[in-house]
Nanobody, 122 residues
Framework: VQLQASGGGLVQAGGSLRVACAAS????????WGWFRQAPGKEREFVAA????????WYVDSVKGRFTISRDNAKNTVYLQMNALKPEDTAVYYC????????????????WGQGTLVTVSS
């Protein structure tokens, strides 16, 4: 099983970026998906999660109204659309998947992607 994250890069403050995480090796239709991030010198933090059908989403307060998580079960892929980016959003972004929402949000997911770097310049 492999989770491959992509789409990171350098963007100016106020800009937008979409990161994606494609899974292979098994289907993740029964899994909650989530995104985490880790900024330099800081602990990894929860950013967003999405329900199995995609109908319910959860976000950390600092990204509400700016970030949107979505999933495409047919493609076994989860996305994070990031708008109105700020320098404090600079971090390595990781996707994660778990059967339990609580486990996922706590950072104890069974599956993790390798991370993709997002850098927001001021």
């Amino acid at each position: 099983v492999q989770l491959q994250a992509s789409g990171g890069g350098l963007v100016q403050a106020g800009g937008s970026l979409r990161v994606a995480c494609a899974a292979s090796g098994r289907t993740f239709r029964s899994y909650y998906w989530g995104w985490f991030r880790q900024a330099p010198g800081k602990e990894r933090e929860f950013v967003a999660a999405i329900s199995l059908s995609g109908g319910i989403t959860w976000y950390v307060d600092s990204v509400k109204g700016r970030f949107t998580i979505s999933r495409d079960n047919a493609k076994n892929t989860v996305y994070l659309q990031m708008n109105a980016l700020k320098p404090e959003d600079t971090a390595v972004y990781y996707c994660a998947a778990d059967l339990s929402l609580a486990t996922l949000r706590s950072g104890g997911s069974e599956y993790w992607g390798q991370g993709t770097l997002v850098t927001v310049s001021s």
